[in-house]
């Protein structure tokens, strides 16, 4: 895999799993991350905003979420929210790899 390749794909062959990702003073362990060549535009009821792509899954079954905006989003089913983990996929990569 070159130094172009997504970098999604350059992280699931680098770190072992899970992955943790420290935002805001605590703790997400990510226990799934999904190559770029398989996101697909989610599609569920509970979801009321623009477009996003699952890419990933933490220990408690919350989503890692692409935005149509380019943004990574962490999206908490029980309180129905989202919040902003990184400016893009690139910066969520990059932090992933700093935690190892």
């Not at 899970?18 to 509970?46: M, N, Q, S, Y």
Request: proline share 5%.
């Amino acid at each position: 895999m070159d130094a172009n390749s997504e970098p999604i794909d350059r992280a699931l062959l680098r770190l072992p799993s899970p992955w943790t990702f420290v935002h805001g003073g605590r703790d997400i362990v990510i226990v799934c991350l999904i190559r770029e060549a398989d996101w697909r535009p989610l599609k569920a009821p509970w979801w009321r905003g623009k477009e996003v792509y699952v890419i990933g899954a933490d220990v408690d079954g919350n989503f890692l979420l692409r935005h149509s905006d380019g943004t990574v989003r962490y999206w908490h089913h029980q309180t129905q929210t989202d919040e902003v983990l990184a400016r893009s996929v690139r910066e969520f990569a990059s932090v992933l790899a700093s935690a190892v």
